[in-house]
């Protein structure tokens, strides 16, 4: 298949662009809704996987207008579109149905319900029905204390590398996230700070670290609530769980050497 996936979180987009890669399949990536209407207008696709929250033009829009334009082309054919969001409640799944979405994917990512959505969607749109892979037995290993290996594994089917390479993205990316956080809170720049909070939502997610997951939830709900002094806490909050996650993810990437080899 060759599937655009529209998603600006970094990790999320490696996440399950080498999910679909790993199956054989193509995968073009966008990082707004603008780009994601640009790219279905240059070439066909069999499917999109269409974030929510995204800059410039959102999920829900970019999914309107893609429909729009399908109208006015007069095309029979229904490009399968697929929502991806952190949001998981009734409502939500609605507003992406109502928008003209065929199916919906809750972040953190599964696997395999990340397949399942995507043939159902395309089944349903009469393009294509593919087989769903089942998610491979994660290793029996005691998980470290900051992160839950065994959920996250189950995200990446059980793919050791793939999972070390998304938690090399958390590790490597923040320092400089960090900066742009403490900038954005001594600027009170609650949209930024609102905005970085909910990609970080995702990313914790996607790993199973379940404090720094809430502390960005308090920093965004803090931002959305415009009380810089609660977002400054939160922040604090946010800091403290990632350095206490960091090591514990560092030592997964590179374990230390067994002192008897």
């Known amino acids: 298949m ?17 999910v679909l890669q790993r199956r054989g399949h193509r995968v073009v990536v966008v990082d707004n809704g603008r780009k994601a209407v640009e790219a279905v207008g240059r070439e066909p696709f069999d499917a999109v996987l269409m974030d929510i929250q995204m800059p410039e033009m959102d999920g829900l829009e970019a999914t309107a207008e893609i429909r729009r334009r399908e109208r006015l082309a007069g095309t029979a054919r229904r490009l399968p579109i697929i929502a991806v969001t952190a949001h998981a409640m009734p409502d939500d799944r609605r507003l992406c149905l109502d928008a003209g979405m065929d199916a919906y994917v809750p972040k953190p990512i599964n696997v395999s319900q990340l397949l399942a959505s995507i043939a159902e969607a395309v089944a349903l749109c ?8 089942a998610a ?3 290793p029996d290993r005691r998980p470290p204390a900051a992160f839950g290996e065994v959920t996250a594994l189950e995200g990446t089917a059980g793919d050791r590398d793939l999972l070390c390479e998304v938690l090399a993205l958390v590790v490597d990316s923040w320092p400089a996230d960090r900066k742009h956080l403490e900038a954005a809170c001594r600027e009170a720049r609650l949209d930024v700070l609102a905005r970085a909070a909910h990609n970080y939502q995702g990313a914790m997610g996607n790993i199973a670290a379940r404090e720094a997951l809430q502390q ?29 996650l960091i090591p514990d993810l560092q030592r ?10």
Not at 252 to 261: C, F, M, N, V
């Open 136 to 138: 491979a037995s994660p």
């Open 126 to 133: 009469g393009r294509w029905c593919g087989e769903i892979d």
């Open 252 to 261: 997964y990437i590179r374990p230390p050497l067994d002192d008897g080899a």
């Open 2 to 18: 060759n599937v655009l996936l529209a998603e600006d979180n970094q990790i999320n987009q490696r996440l399950a662009a080498a």
């Open 216 to 244: 960005a939830l308090s920093l965004e709900s803090a931002a959305l609530e415009n009380d810089p002094g609660a977002a400054a806490e939160a922040l604090s909050g946010l800091c403290r769980a990632m350095d206490m």
